[in-house]
């Protein structure tokens, strides 16, 4: 509970989420604070939820939560272009915490592809064949891609219906004249957040 508690406040000192009704904590913070918590422990689980990251404007801070739970996950990847073939063995090799941004500006093509992977890899039984071998030997092989993956993009409807059924949406906003929260500098970032990611390896 007190590295939770920890990881709450050190999001809410790079970024603000909106509130509902009489909350005194908006509720987007305990939910990525437990996620995080959940990509150290998803490989003794069946299945992993993924986080669906969106705002309806730009500058609401998606890239921000993405750095963030870069330096705090398990094994945080974050990406915004990669090939398919290298996504799919680097899942398979690391089973890294997938961290996606600006998946709303990726061609259709490229999102297809992809999709196969996401639709896949949220339970642990999720495979993508592919081939593999010089030319006049070429074999296939199964590589698993399942590992917790979180998405950030503009518009509520980013990723496609299949891939939102999975997915818990945490809604981002611009934040008002009034708000204030601590410049996101890699340094300072890394100095808040390196104390909690020591404790969830320990945890």
């Known amino acids: 509970a007190e590295?939770?508690?920890?990881?709450?406040?050190?999001?809410?000192?790079?970024?603000?989420?909106?509130?509902?009704?009489?909350?005194?904590?908006?509720?987007?913070?305990?939910?990525?604070?437990?996620?995080?918590?959940?990509?150290?422990t998803c490989m003794m689980v069946e299945t992993t939820p993924y986080?669906?990251?969106?705002?309806?404007?730009?500058?609401?801070?998606k890239t921000t939560v993405l750095e963030l739970l870069?330096?705090?996950?398990?094994?945080?990847?974050?990406?915004s272009?990669?090939?398919?073939?290298?996504?799919t063995r680097k899942i398979d090799r690391d089973a890294p915490t997938l961290l996606y941004d600006e998946g709303d500006a990726a061609?259709?093509?490229?999102?297809?592809?992809?999709?196969?992977?996401?639709?896949a890899g949220y339970k642990a039984s999720g495979q993508r064949t592919v081939a593999s071998g010089p030319p006049s030997n070429i074999t296939t092989?199964?590589?698993?891609?399942?590992?917790?993956?979180?998405?950030?993009?503009?518009?509520?409807?980013?990723?496609?219906?299949?891939?939102?059924?999975?997915?818990?949406?945490?809604?981002l906003r611009r934040k008002k004249p009034d708000e204030r929260v601590a410049r996101n500098r890699a340094r300072t970032r890394r100095q808040a957040c390196a104390p909690i990611k020591a404790q969830f390896e320990g945890w």
Request: hydrophobic residues 50%.
């Open 141 to 171: 092989v199964d590589l698993n891609v399942y590992c917790p993956k979180a998405f950030a993009g503009i518009g509520s409807t980013t990723l496609r219906e299949t891939l939102r059924d999975r997915a818990i949406p945490i809604e």
């Open 81 to 87: 272009d990669v090939t398919l073939a290298a996504l």
């Open 3 to 40: 590295i939770l508690n920890d990881t709450v406040q050190v999001l809410r000192r790079f970024i603000v989420l909106p509130a509902y009704g009489t909350e005194s904590i908006p509720h987007g913070f305990i939910v990525l604070a437990l996620w995080v918590a959940h990509t150290y």
């Open 107 to 119: 061609n259709k093509e490229l999102q297809a592809e992809l999709g196969g992977i996401f639709n």
């Open 70 to 79: 870069n330096e705090l996950a398990r094994r945080g990847w974050l990406f």
């Open 51 to 61: 986080l669906s990251i969106w705002s309806a404007t730009m500058r609401a801070g």
